[in-house]
């Protein structure tokens, strides 16, 4: 038991940590250059740039990234299968690569002022395609490598990526303050690919992707997978978008810098455990019988707390040094209301856990009702708590937000996983 404890952390959860914890790293360095040059005022009016680049994160390669891990992990015993899925992949995300670059494009131009500072069209157009095309490349090969178990390819790789990126950032905000930040932005996901596919030739990856007749049920499951992202890449941004409006017009360019500072730090230490879920438990749950999934996925959330609760408490006692280092002196109120922010990200990863299970059963419909369930929560709780205590008491509304969601997410688990059984 001990030998396979030890194995468990030094095969799996040493190389997903450490990349990602890489990759934070470098996302913390991106926020810190970034609020250092331009203070919490570049900060809020970047805010809507972040918001694209998230939004293009998210829905690269079509979105499918768990999709690839999930089915990956259940066919890798099968190589016809695989090649097949592998065909299906190809195709897939060639035609949502062109299909999301146009749409970018079309909603960048239109909504420049929101979106950029000092771009032409075609810098939009050229940046945003770039961007998106490399994210989308390097969103397949990790999910290929996790789907595969080869944790430390994929370790190797977005820790290099991650030392590319940070070099990339340095370098642009050195030559020109703003829009050096937003090339960062833009290409912080996609420069990483570089390392990826130098990783993928070196593991002889490509000999997989052999072109066959795919079965189109195999595209339909995938299409499931992306209206599943694409319902939690639109709600979530959308909602972000409107309370930054509305926090604009009761506040200030600076306050909303300083609400997106607090967002972005709680998205940073937050995606530690996201990339765990995704990384290992969807493929792991992918292939667990049914009447195996309550057990293991209680056995999750305590792993959760037990992980969560000293991290957050040291984080608390320390949070003014934190948040100085990740941001700056500037962001006070992260300061001040960094204890409700913590205490929200508990039981929204407990709830995103459970999310992750349901992805891995590809229970669409569930996941695609609570990514706007969450919006609706999210928007309702911060317009009624800023209209009734004001501005002041957004921060409020987080643990609100994540109790109610994750105590939902909770009722609903338990009777969609028990009616496989």
């Not at 997903?16 to 914890?21: A, M, R, V, Y």
């Not at 995938?222 to 941004?237: E, G, K, R, Y």
């Amino acid at each position: 038991m001990n030998f396979l404890r030890s194995s468990i952390l030094l095969n799996i959860a040493a190389p997903i940590l450490l990349g990602h914890f890489s990759r934070l790293m470098a996302g913390l360095f991106l926020i810190k250059a970034i609020a250092v040059s331009l203070g919490a005022h570049g900060v809020g009016r970047l805010a809507n740039l972040m918001m694209l680049a998230t939004l293009m994160l998210s829905f690269s390669a079509g979105g499918v990234s768990n999709a690839i891990a999930k089915y990956v992990a259940e066919y890798s015993d099968n190589n016809e299968q695989l090649i097949s899925f592998y065909t299906a992949l190809y195709k897939y995300v060639v035609i949502s690569i062109a299909v999301a670059v146009l749409l970018f494009s079309l909603l960048a131009i239109y909504f420049k002022d929101i979106f950029f500072l000092q771009f032409s069209n075609l810098q939009v157009i050229l940046t945003l395609s770039i961007s998106y095309l490399a994210t989308s490349v390097y969103v397949v090969g990790i999910g290929i490598l996790n789907g595969l178990k080869k944790y430390w390819s994929a370790c190797i790789s977005i820790s290099i990526g991650s030392l590319l990126a940070v070099w990339m950032t340095h370098e642009l905000i050195s030559i020109d303050n703003y829009k050096g930040a937003q090339f960062s932005i833009l290409f912080f996901s996609a420069v990483p690919v570089l390392s990826l596919i130098i990783v993928l030739i070196k593991i002889k990856i490509w000999s997989n992707f052999t072109i066959v007749n795919s079965s189109p049920f195999r595209i339909g499951k995938l299409v499931n997978f992306s209206l599943m992202q694409c319902v939690s890449v639109v709600a979530m941004p959308l909602a972000d978008f409107l309370v930054r409006k509305h926090l604009l017009t009761l506040s200030g360019v600076d306050f909303v810098g300083n609400w997106q500072g607090a967002l972005r730090i709680s998205a940073a230490y937050t995606s530690l455990f996201i990339a765990i879920f995704s990384a290992y438990f969807v493929p792991k749950f992918s292939i667990l019988s049914s009447d195996l999934v309550l057990i293991h996925t209680w056995k999750m959330l305590r792993y959760i707390s037990i992980i969560y609760i000293p991290v957050g408490c040291c984080v608390y006692v320390l949070s003014e040094f934190f948040v100085e280092l990740i941001l700056s002196p500037d962001f006070k109120l992260v300061i001040d209301n960094i204890g409700y922010m913590l205490f929200a990200d508990y039981f929204k990863l407990m709830a995103y856990g459970l999310g992750f299970v349901l992805i891995s059963r590809a229970k669409s419909k569930t996941v695609i009702i609570f990514e706007v369930l969450q919006m609706a929560i999210y928007i309702a709780s911060v317009f009624s708590i800023t209209e009734i205590f004001g501005f002041s008491s957004v921060f409020l509304s987080l643990p609100v937000i994540s109790i109610a969601y994750f105590l939902l997410m909770m009722a609903t688990f338990r009777i969609v996983i028990r009616t496989d059984l």
